[in-house]
């Protein structure tokens, strides 16, 4: 019986579906956007929510690619296994509950939770 394939001797069996999702949050800071995300640990600022959605999207494409065709190769499961600091961590939770119960007091939109998944495409396999 074979072994499971490994990678810098971790299982590749490590390897999940929601290793593919990021988390994101994005507030509202003196008429600055900042995103943060959770996994990986990226953060972008912009005058814009769609700009600074867009500038973390950019943001993740050129992480990845470059963990996992790039230059860092080598260095794709320190890289891809990255989080962000717990501040971030305690800062998400903490915002996260209080917009939910600010959300019934008012409908601002200071801040937003979403997920984004990482820019992966399947590469064809050839028999």
Known sequence: MNALPKIRNKPISEVSPMNLVIRVFAERKNNQWQAFTLELGLAVQADTLPEVKH???SM????VTDALTGEDREHAYELLNRR??????????ALSCFSYVASFLDHSKERIFYKEPMPLEPKACTA
Request: charged share 20%; glycine share 0%; proline share 0%.
């Open 55 to 57: 500038k973390l999207e």
């Open 84 to 93: 962000a600091t717990w501040r971030v961590y305690l800062n998400y939770y």
């Open 60 to 63: 993740i494409l050129s992480y």
